[in-house]
């Protein structure tokens, strides 16, 4: 196991430690990289909080982690060797030890986000339909949940191939097997012939939940080809902490990549997506021609920051696998206290009891109260059907006390 609680220094001490084994633009003789060290005039390289700040230290000196380190391993880059080894172990945690993969069957990479870790995947899928098949990009379909989010018809978009989204039922949000089938009738009638389908662990408006095998057996059945990922940018770093009986993980053969935010859930600052997916797969993203990248290049995003990975790695392990479980449970707990509340008033809403998300009836809910709490409804402009509260570390106590006090006045 590598993921345990660290104390400060420890972690402070392995950061530091990593970055003395990066090369530094200020220590070696580098000639040949177009990046350098942040403008020195902003960004004090010698200020006496960077001795005790381990992001911001890696932040400023900037190392790049472009490319996949898990699969490139000593072949990749070597100028930041040290920080891309964090990176690569916080892949195996996340991988291994949060979403059940076998020791080193993963590779992935900090993605700047969910977006560009869900493009990532179709981007993959199409490439191997194309290079296997022969496919044409109007052969091949991403399917989704009515409720997914809408990177899907981004990528949809950017890649030519078609988005095929699938009604869910009004109250419980679920996919139901028949109108799946009936989706893939119509697209096999089209001419769609290969398809990737998507699992949302948490959608960002219902915080509803699919069940992969349901969806992997209407395919199986139907013996259309598929490849299945799991979108768990919002639920990825919740989800599996809250609900131990959780089918989403590497744990089941079907599920061969994933998506998880850590600037959701984790807290972790924004530019932190991760990308992951089984061994032999990543090579469908590789661009031979970025032949002057030593490792070449398997990502979307090219240039990044390597403070963006050990930003992540610190979260996981200043609280240590109990201390996340904790810090998830007690938001579970401020969430039933809310819907306990509102089940009180006569209110009525979603919610899967494994997260953080509360969606209520919009017809129910005063008029004055989703300004106030800046509530979210499912379609900005037109008459919402539904308010959404995502209950979050700083809404915990005064913002949900406040709420519910507020929802009472109001109704009364
Ligand atoms: C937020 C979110 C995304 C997109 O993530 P970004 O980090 O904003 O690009 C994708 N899927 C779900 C379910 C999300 O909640």
Redesign the pocket.
């Known amino acids: 196991m590598n993921w345990k609680h660290m104390t400060k220094p420890e972690i402070k001490d392995r950061v530091y430690k990593a970055l003395a084994e990066n090369r530094n633009y200020d220590s070696d003789y580098i000639l040949g990289i177009p990046g350098t060290y942040l403008d020195t005039a902003q960004f004090h390289r010698d200020a006496d909080f960077l001795e005790d700040a381990p992001f911001l230290r890696t932040f400023i000196n900037n190392p790049n982690h472009i490319g996949c380190h898990t699969l490139t391993g000593d072949e990749g880059e070597d100028l930041f060797r040290g920080t891309q080894k964090i990176e690569v172990e916080l892949i195996r945690m996340i991988s291994e030890e949060i979403m059940r993969a076998d020791a080193r069957s993963i590779d992935g990479y900090v993605a ?5 870790a ?1 493009i990532q995947a179709l981007w993959i899928y199409r490439n191997y339909y194309q290079k296997e098949f022969g496919a044409k990009p109007s052969e091949v379909a991403v399917v989704f949940s009515d409720d ?2 809408y ?1 899907f018809y981004k990528g949809a978009n950017l890649l030519g191939i078609r988005a095929l989204n699938v009604p869910v039922g009004e109250q419980d949000r679920m996919i139901k097997s028949e109108a799946l089938q009936a989706v893939l009738e119509q697209a096999k009638a089209d001419g769609i012939k290969y398809f990737i389908a998507i699992a ?1 662990m ?3 408006m219902f915080g509803s939940v699919d069940d992969p095998d349901q969806i992997a057996d209407v395919f199986e059945s139907m013996e259309l080809p598929y490849k299945l990922h799991v ?1 768990g ?3 990825g770093f919740i989800y599996p902490f809250t609900n131990p009986n959780s089918k989403l993980h590497f744990g089941n053969p079907r599920i061969n990549s994933m ?1 998880v ?1 850590a ?2 859930m984790l807290m972790a600052p924004y530019g932190t ?1 991760v990308f992951m997916i089984r061994k032999d797969w990543i090579h469908y993203a590789a661009t031979s021609e970025a032949s002057y990248v030593q490792g070449l290049d398997y990502t979307m995003v090219g240039s990044r920051s390597g403070a963006q990975a050990v930003s992540i790695w610190m979260i996981l392990m200043t609280h240590g696998p109990k201390g996340w479980k904790n810090t998830m449970e007690r938001l579970i707990i401020e969430t039933d206290k809310l819907c306990a509340a509102l089940d009180d008033m006569g209110i009525s809403y979603f919610r899967d009891p494994h997260l953080n998300i509360v969606t209520m009836h919009a017809p129910q809910v005063p008029a004055e109260i989703p300004g106030k709490y800046r509530l979210v409804s499912d379609n900005f402009g037109a008459e919402p059907k539904w308010w959404k509260i995502v209950v979050m570390q700083h809404t915990i106590g005064k913002v949900v006390d406040q709420f519910i006090a507020d929802m009472r006045s109001a109704l009364a």
């Open positions: 700047p986000g969910g977006t560009e869900n997914s989010h990177s949302n948490s959608t960002t979108d940018a919002f639920g998506t935010d600037h959701k997506g």
